[in-house]
């Protein structure tokens, strides 16, 4: 039970009503909030984790997936900006 | 001479021998080998990053440091101004906002960062002392928070700190945190935790680059060869 509050006055500037408004409130509306906020976190995460990332424009790693492997989005088309290290290209 | 990507490979002449024996054991001399044998800056400052990092898992790290900078941003002009800027006018107001939101952001991409690099195991390979800089940073962050709440000097904050108060005395903490002194709470939060703040996370951040970013459990080993650019 909250302490008991004296008689709410308030003259305009602040609601001061509002702060003893808080009080009366119940330990489960009070936890709203925090719900809502871990559904965003866990709605965050699982994007993160559906959502494919843009594929680079160029591959200068030498690391190309084999066909069927990772997320699917191998099969973008790779625009040329200039010819990979001859040493990082690998044979395939 | 200008040369093509990847030609010319960066390389620095820093042989202590080359010198006269006195200077081959000067306290700068020996900082800035150390620094650059630890960071070369290829590693410092990569160009690319290995495949796996193709995920938007990744992406939580680097929103956190946004919203810090967002926090540094809004949070000085409200250092300057004063409080009856930010509860008296409407642009101080806007600010208030601003930074209230990118502390929201703040500890929302923290938690994605720090529960995707858990679950990633982020902490494997000589990487212990970058998860416990990224908890000492996060550490840093609540207490941050706190002072800042502390800091508002409107009810919400009398009412937060009344309530805190005793909370922080009961861990016996309270003859030197005491949260309605209100000048000790704005001075940690405006000057000592943020610069702590900062600190910490460019330790953690030169930590992640000198470990490289953790391979996830199934990389294939064709995967985990250092990039180009990485060194």
Redesign the interface.
């Known amino acids: 039970m909250p302490p008991p509050m004296p008689p709410c006055e308030s003259t305009g500037l602040i609601d001061l009503c509002g702060v003893g408004a808080f009080l009366s409130r119940d330990w489960f509306t009070l936890q709203v909030s925090n719900l809502i906020w871990f559904l965003v976190l866990l709605a965050l995460i699982a994007l993160a984790i559906a959502i494919p990332f843009p594929t680079r424009t160029t591959d200068f790693t030498g690391y190309e997936q084999p066909a069927g492997e990772g997320d699917g989005d191998e099969a973008a088309p790779e625009a040329t900006i200039g010819e990979p290290p001859a040493a990082l290209v690998q044979e395939s | 001479m200008a040369t093509?990507?990847?030609?010319q490979p960066l390389s620095i002449d820093d042989d202590p021998q080359k010198l006269p024996p006195e200077l081959r054991t000067t306290l700068d001399g020996r900082l800035r080998r150390w620094f650059f044998r630890t960071w070369p800056p290829q590693q410092l400052l990569p160009?690319?990053e290995?495949?796996y990092v193709?995920?938007?898992?990744y992406?939580?790290g680097i929103m956190t440091l946004t919203s810090l900078v967002m926090l540094f941003a809004t949070g000085i002009p409200l250092a300057i101004m004063g409080p009856q800027w930010w509860m008296g006018s409407s642009l101080g107001g806007f600010f208030d906002s601003m930074h209230y939101w990118a502390v929201q952001l703040f500890f929302?991409?923290l938690?994605?960062h720090f529960?995707?690099v858990f679950l990633m195991g982020a902490f494997r390979g000589r990487r212990a002392l970058t998860w416990m800089l990224g908890m000492l940073a996060f550490l840093v962050g609540v207490v941050t928070a706190l002072t800042g709440y502390a800091s508002l000097q409107?009810?919400e904050a009398q009412?937060i700190t009344t309530q805190g108060k005793d909370g922080i005395n009961s861990t016996g903490m309270g003859w030197f945190f005491n949260l309605l002194d209100t000048s000790q709470m704005l001075t940690l939060h405006v000057v000592v935790l943020p610069l702590t703040a900062l600190g910490v996370v460019a330790i953690h951040l030169l930590w992640v680059r000198k470990r490289g970013i953790a391979p996830p459990y199934d990389a294939l080993e064709?995967?985990l060869?250092r990039?180009?650019?990485a060194t």
């Not at chain 2, 093509?4 to 030609?7: A, L, M, Q, R, S």
Request: hydrophobic content about 50%.
């Open positions: 093509g990507w990847g030609e160009d690319a290995p495949v193709k995920s938007w898992l992406v939580a929302l991409f938690f994605a529960i995707s409107d009810f009412w064709s995967h060869t990039e180009e650019g």
